[in-house]
């Protein structure tokens, strides 16, 4: 009978094994950060194009208003207006020229002080 060989001369099943099996979680590993890096490039991507939509949307023909006597100056519209529109100096201000119309400002208002109006447009619609 042969002896046995020494452990470095001659590697072992379960070494084989659990190399190829840590050679896999790397491929795998490797693979899921190049899907994040992508995941991640075009998610900058979409939110470049929204913030792009945003300032297209500028024509809205609807926009924000202040109610002075429901304001409390809390600042909530101000943390959500994509356009900068609003100041708070006392009450809320709408710039009239910045406000895209979205409407975030109404929807998170605690006060219900803000609202949308359609500001007259000069058109106007022929019936049949």
């Known amino acids: 009978m042969a002896p046995e060989p020494f452990?470095?001369?001659r590697p072992r099943r379960e070494s084989i094994s659990r190399t190829k099996a840590e050679?896999?979680?790397r491929q795998d590993l490797r693979a899921l950060t190049e899907q994040a890096q992508a995941i991640e490039s075009r998610l900058r991507f979409l939110e470049q194009r929204i913030r792009d939509i945003g300032r297209k949307s500028a024509h809205s023909n609807f926009k924000?208003?202040?109610?002075s006597e429901s304001c409390v100056g809390c600042g909530?519209?101000?943390d959500v207006?994509?356009?900068d529109a609003i100041t708070v100096e006392g009450?809320?201000?709408v710039d009239s020229k910045r406000c895209i119309g979205c409407g975030h400002c109404v929807d998170y208002c605690p006060q219900g002080a803000l609202s949308l109006h359609l500001l007259n447009t000069g058109y106007f619609e022929h019936g049949l």
């Open 7 to 9: 452990p470095y001369q």
């Open 23 to 25: 050679i896999g979680r």
């Open 64 to 67: 924000a208003f202040v109610d």
């Open 76 to 78: 909530s519209c101000l």
């Open 81 to 83: 207006c994509p356009a």
């Open 91 to 93: 009450i809320a201000e």
